[in-house]
């Protein structure tokens, strides 16, 4: 399945850097039709000094580029990452300039 175009060189140089290779596909809660979309994950990382220019996180959390995938609410499911499913846990929100959906998500378990 072909990615749509994309609008933006710097978007996509960050995503082929530190998104997951390969597509992920996105299923939608209330149903309709499935995405395949690039995805940076974030695990939770232990606490390091700011001068090691790492910043901590306490919860896992995905960016997604809205080119990709226009609409997600709380309760789509990413599957494929790592072979194991991520729920949002909470509606995404688009800072700053709107480029990249951010939100919070918990493991749903393995991909069946």
């Known amino acids: 399945m072909a990615l749509p175009a994309r609008t933006s060189r710097l978007t996509d140089a960050v995503f082929r850097a530190f998104g997951e290779e390969g597509a ?29 220019g790492e910043v901590a996180t306490t919860q896992p ?6 080119v990709d995938c226009s609409t997600l609410r709380k309760g789509d499911r990413l599957d494929g990452i790592d072979d194991r499913m991520w729920k949002l846990a909470e509606a995404p929100v688009r800072p700053g300039d709107g480029r990249t959906w951010f939100a919070r998500v918990e493991d749903a378990g393995a991909v069946t």
Do not use: K, N, Y
């Open 24 to 52: 992920v596909t996105v299923l939608h809660a209330a149903g309709g039709e499935t995405a395949d979309v690039r995805v940076i994950l974030r695990r939770p990382t232990e606490a390091l000094s700011l001068w090691q």
């Open 61 to 66: 959390f995905v960016r997604i580029p809205h």
